[in-house]
């Protein structure tokens, strides 16, 4: 088994392929964990980790906190940006360093280069050993891709790494930006915008929809904006960046109404390109869509045998999790184990503002556009005791429901740790539980989650 990529499609695949006792060889030329965990996922969390605390604290005066005789302000903290962003490569280095010991311990063997598939059943490895050019040729009876994906830069805004950043740039900044512009409202543009709003910088953000996070439930889209306006994030919607020019320390940003933003950094987050090119994958007969992104199946097979695709290379969700389950699934697919294919409309996913946007399953525009006959139930966050005791006042539980049967199709949870709320719903999507069935559960009182329950039991029907 060749896998080429050392993202989680890669190694949670190597993991699995080794289990089975497969004789497993992973070619990496990012560092163990990929973006994942260098650059993507892991850092953006630990970022607004930090960025939660302050929210919280600022957040405190509410409750009755005071320092020093006084409610806390937002203003009176502030963050140390490098010692933040020290702390964020300790900790993905440290999370590198522990899934390289797991592949070690299981006896995957790590190739440190660029693979790329000569044939069908030969890689190419051209190594990262300056000393030795010659390239590695691996035979394999079974190739795994997982490449994964970068950020898409434009040639007119091209990023330099100090004041025009791409998402994977900002854990250099040693200060923390006096005005930044995101560039891009979707949800690494938007998770950015609220993080580093929170730090304290003025944040402006770009959004070329009429709503932010476009394609995701209008109803947590508004609740964010509304969120956005009160904190005084500025949001510029329907307009679309053209340019970002720098002059020394500051940065303009030229937008299609003619107008223009100057700040002291811009973001740009305006989508992943996959990393599919330059790996001979017409060599072997693996073909891609117009955007490049590698065709699977639900097995994650390619168009050509014995070849799997796993992760943001295929364009399939896009996420951590789902790259994960679909190397394991290519492995246990490959090496004969029982396997159940990826189900999409089970992916469970967050947006990770404040408040936290989660979602599961078939969504508002799936009904409205007829995917699946049903209905579905808005409860506010705010008739919940917990979320009073709190203070929180913004989002919502919302689920859908199959008509006739009452299955629960799919949910939104927008409230602090969504992330963690939305599992009970993905549960109950997983394994086709009415929505009497997610009701009758026990959940503590007071507790956010009885929202679930309560949202579930006001769907229950006596026809
Ligand atoms: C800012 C941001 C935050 C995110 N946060 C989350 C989150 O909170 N939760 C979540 O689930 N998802 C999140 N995602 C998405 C998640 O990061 C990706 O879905 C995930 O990284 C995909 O994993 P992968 O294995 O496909 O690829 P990657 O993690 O991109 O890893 C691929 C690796 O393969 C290497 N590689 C490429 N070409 C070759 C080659 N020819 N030979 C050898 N190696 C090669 C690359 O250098 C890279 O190291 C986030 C994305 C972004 C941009």
Redesign the pocket.
Known sequence: MVI?????????GALVAKQLGADVTL???????????????????TLIATAEAIDEAAASGYLGVRIDGHPASKAEFNVDLATVNTRIMELVRAQSRGIRASLDEAGVRIIE????LASDDTVT?TTNNHANDDDITIPADTIL???????RVLPEAMPDGERILT??QVYNLTELPEHLIVVGSG??GA??ANGFHALGSEVTLVSSRDQVLPGEDSDAARVLEEVFERRGLHVRGNTRALKAERHDTTVTVTLNDGTTVTGSHVLM?VG?LP?TE??GLENAGVTTDDRGFINVDRVSRTSARHIYA?????GV????????M??RIAMYHALGDAVSPLDSSAVS??I?TEPEIATVGLQQHDLEEGEFRGEHIMLPLKTNARAKMHGHRDGFVKLFARKGSRIVAGGVIVAPNA?ELIHSVTLAVDNRLTVDQLAQAFTVYPSLSGSVAEAARRMHTTQ
């Open positions: 080429i990529g050392d993202g989680p499609g890669g190694y949670e070619i990496s030329s990012g560092g163990i964990g990929g973006s994942a965990v260098l650059t993507d996922c892991v850092p953006s969390k280069g660029r693979g790329s490895v891709i997982a490449t994964g994906a970068r950020p998402w994977e949800v690494t998770e950015f987050a992943s990393n330059d790996i796993a992760g943001d290379c295929t969700n896009m996420l951590a999790s789902v790259a994960a679909q190397g996913s967050t990770f992330s």
